[in-house]
């Protein structure tokens, strides 16, 4: 399936510069969107257009695979916890190594291609992230969002830039912390009280029937999500999405879309009402 056939209509692409222009808009960018370099190309156009006609994009992205080929490497045996990576200090240091100094600059400078537009951070940076360890007593170097210094984030979108941040949190002692993508844009969406947060996954959005691919909510509430969880419809790594979702939409963000990132321009036609593009979820 593919979305270009929706985007011919000049007067459907007027009214969407009207609607969007100014938009605040967090996409956590992870999955096959970043694997397959012609969905990557797909997605960074999709933004730089976007970007161009006035929506205000932050951008926060994993690294898992890239993370994954490099343990691999060094032999390190990735382990997870209800779809979080576990992290011990030796497989910290290469999370940091491969989110900060690979996957986030190679996103920069893809945008960056024909025009500065982005700039790459991390928790670090003007202590952005400020982490909240989920076990302080071990060495498991997983922590949660504590707080949020997104003065940087708000100096960058006043001036036209695009942030890109990786995942990445530092706590008072100035120790790394590795932080789930999904939390992080979802934290990040909650502050800036953006209006849209958008997942891009390797799913077509919440199903009704895991073995059905078809089967696509199209829209849910807050209440019906929440039911989905308990109900184990939702499970895995799809939690920490939802549960983003959740939190930002009770914190102020107008909308939260989890979408398929391997299908083209979904991203560009998430944002166009007219289109049903992955489940939607509203308040």
Known sequence: MDYSDKLASFDMIHSLVQDIKGKKVVVKYGGAAMK??????????????LHDLGVQFVIVHG????????LEKLQIQPK?????????????QVVQMVLAGQVNKNIVAMLNKNNPR??????????????????????NRVAEVDHLNVEVIKLLLKNQYIPVIAPLGVNEAGLSYNINADIVAGSIAAELNADMLIMLTDTPGILKDCKDVNSVFGSLTATQVTD?????????GMIPKVESCLNALKN??????????RVPNSLLCSLMDDVIVGTTIKS
């Open 118 to 139: 982005a700039v790459g951070l991390s928790g670090h940076d003007s202590n952005l992230i400020r982490a909240l360890p989920i076990d302080s007593k071990s060495n």
């Open 252 to 261: 102020g963000v107008s909308i939260a879309k989890i979408i398929d990132g």
């Open 36 to 49: 397959d370099m012609i969905l990557t190309d797909k997605v960074i156009a999709n933004i730089l257009l």
């Open 63 to 70: 690294g898992g695979p890239a993370i994954n080929k490099c």
């Open 228 to 236: 989905l969880i308990a109900s184990g419809y939702i499970f895995g």
């Open 80 to 92: 997870f916890d209800k779809g979080i990576r576990v992290t011990d200090p030796s497989t910290m």
